[in-house]
């Protein structure tokens, strides 16, 4: 690993200790690359964050576009932690620009306080934010590229089962309303659907490049936090969806020894 990447991977650690493991599955370049990806989702979602004025905060994300911009536009981009190993990843796996502008911009939602206008647009912010780093993580694996459909409800799956999670926090920050429908039934809907999703993609990925394993760990947790809150809807409410980190582990070590995800 370059300083770099050992730089992203020690952020992954402290702050998404679940992606930073599921990376650590991975051999050499594949798991320096995965952490690199990953802290540049880490990072860009803290845009928002990280100031109370939306300008300020409109400013942050238009840090990074520009970013990106300077990587397909110029072929450079000033020294930076992330930046800098993702530039040489995109000029390896051709990076599709598409996907990195769009994790960004869905984040624009973050800034405001504003509710998701219905339930299409809070699926779109999931799929191109979960979905796009899933997207990335896959195709700087290094295998063929899996059936897209396929990795886009995976990446629904998992992107879900996360907001789930981080509903607390978002009400509690006050980041607009994180769900459209908060009845019971309407949660266990989304959460069905999502584990219904889960499922597909995993019949239609099962004889997927064992290479790209590592990168489909990624939210492994995902279908026992979507399992729960159909069981009780009320917990995603109250965080009771954060499973113990000696039963996520035990489950971690088990998929990767059998070769699941």
Partial sequence: MTEDEKNCAELLRVQDPD???????????????LMVVYAFSLEISRAPWATQEPML????????????????????????MVMTPLLALVQKHDLPRVVLDDMINALQWMIYHEP???????????????????????????????DLQALAQLGYARGMAAWFRAVPALENYGR???????SAEGVRLLAQ??????????????????????ALRGGWMAPSVLGKTIKDPDLVFHGGLEPAEGISRLS?????ATGRF
């Fill in 252 to 256: 971690l070590m088990w998929k990767t």
């Fill in 57 to 80: 905060a409109e400013m942050r994300l238009q840090w990074w576009l520009d970013q990106v911009a300077d990587i397909y536009e110029k072929g450079q981009v000033a020294p930076h």
């Fill in 19 to 33: 992606r930073f493991l599921s990376a650590m599955t991975a051999d050499g370049e594949t798991r320096a690359a």
């Fill in 193 to 214: 659907e999502a584990l219904a999703a889960d499922v597909q993609a995993r019949k239609m990925l099962k004889t997927v490049d064992k290479r790209l394993l590592p």
């Fill in 116 to 146: 998701h206008a219905d339930q299409a647009a809070l699926d779109r912010f999931i799929n191109d934010t979960a979905g796009g780093v899933l997207r990335l993580a896959v195709q700087v694996s290094g295998g063929p590229l899996p």
């Fill in 176 to 182: 607009g309303a994180p769900l459209v429908d908060r």
